[in-house]
């Protein structure tokens, strides 16, 4: 018997690319793919986005909307009989959405040791900023 993890898409890091396209419509999620998606419109064809869950993303501060021009990341993979790119990133302007590691590790997965160590040494580096400017 095929296990329901098989049935779903797995990330492919040989399958990553880029592409720059015009976002023409933002999927919400549903009970039956917890996924926000975009449709993006390159010069050639619209590709499906998978961006990640609705909890994550209204927690980060780049927020995609229809008419966006983007550069996307991901993996392209095959769902439900449908190509799908899986993003990791995905650029506006100067804002980068992160969703994924290079290996496919989503970044609203629980236990990232790493990120947190970064977070810290942002806060320690804050803190030490405000030191000096108080001794001049």
């Known amino acids: 018997p095929i296990s329901a993890h098989a049935k779903r898409a797995a990330f ?3 399958t990553v690319k880029t592409f720059t396209g015009e976002i023409v419509e933002v999927t919400a999620a549903t009970p039956k793919d917890p996924s926000v998606c975009l ?3 390159t010069d050639t064809e619209t590709i499906t986005v998978k961006l990640g869950p609705t909890e994550y993303l209204s927690h980060q501060s780049t927020q995609l909307k229809a008419h ?3 550069e996307v990341t991901g993996s392209q993979v095959t769902m439900a009989g449908k190509q799908v790119v899986l993003a990791t990133q995905v650029k506006r302007g100067s804002d980068v959405l992160t969703l994924r590691d290079a290996n496919g590790t989503a970044a609203w997965k629980p236990a990232k040791a790493p990120a947190k160590a970064e977070a810290k040494a942002k806060a320690e ?4 900023t405000k030191t000096e400017t108080k001794t001049h």
């Open 12 to 14: 492919d890091p040989k």
């Open 39 to 41: 449709q993006v419109k």
């Open 68 to 70: 966006d021009q983007v």
């Open 125 to 128: 580096a804050k803190t030490e």
